[in-house]
Structures are given as structure tokens and as C-alpha cells.
């Protein structure tokens, strides 16, 4: 099994800045993509950033500029660094792994979420 956990949601005000992370654990041999995804109330579930192996990186055009990912592969871990966050960034984060299982299967992992709140 392999689980996602992540951390660094919070309120801050409009200008301000906010760090996510996200851990996998479990039997994992390697991760391939690595995503951050965000929902906010009545709105589809919508691509924030992404992140390959190689380290390429894709952005949402609402968030380019002013959101950073990155990855440590030592920690299995994505960052998601959050400059200049405006209420519409206001949801709940997910963060999205395509891992390879030790067992040499891929899966797709998703984490609980985490609520980013910004106030104007």
C-alpha cells in the first residue's frame, strides 16, 4: 500500500505565502509524475502544477508566476511553493503521485487534501 500525506494548508491573508508538502509512503520503488490538483466549492477539480521525473514541470495559467513545484526524490516528496495567493486560490489542495510499486505495477495515489484558505 502506499499513502499520500500532506501538510502546510492553512489561512493567510491575500499577498502572503504558503508551503505545501506532500510525503508517499509505502512498498515504492520509484514515483514517475508527481501533481498538485485544488477544488474549491461548486468548481471541478482543477490541475494547479506538475512535475515529471526529469523535473519538467506544467502549470494552470491561473497560478503561473507565482507557484512553484519541486520534488525531492530522496523523500518521495513534492513541495508546492504558493507566492502571492489571491482568494481565488482559496479550495482544498490534493496532491497526485503516479508511483511504481516494488511489485513493478504503477498506480495512481491521491492525499486527503488540505484547505488553503486566503483572505483579502
Known amino acids: 500500500q502506499v499513502q499520500l500525506v500532506e501538510s502546510g494548508g492553512g489561512l493567510v491573508q491575500a499577498g502572503g505565502s504558503l508551503r505545501l508538502s506532500c510525503a508517499a509512503s509505502g512498498s515504492i520503488f520509484s514515483i514517475e509524475g508527481m501533481g498538485w490538483y485544488r477544488q474549491a466549492p461548486g468548481k471541478q477539480r482543477e490541475l494547479v502544477a506538475t512535475?515529471?521525473?526529469?523535473?519538467?514541470?506544467n502549470y494552470g495559467d491561473s497560478v503561473k508566476g507565482r507557484f512553484t513545484i519541486s520534488r525531492d526524490n530522496t523523500r518521495n516528496t513534492a513541495y508546492l511553493q504558493m507566492n502571492s495567493l489571491k482568494p481565488e486560490d482559496t479550495a482544498v489542495y490534493y496532491c497526485n503521485f503516479e508511483v511504481q510499486l516494488s511489485s513493478g505495477s504503477f498506480n495512481r495515489r491521491w492525499g486527503q487534501g488540505t484547505q488553503v484558505t486566503v483572505s483579502s
Open positions: 512535475i515529471t521525473s526529469g523535473g519538467n514541470t
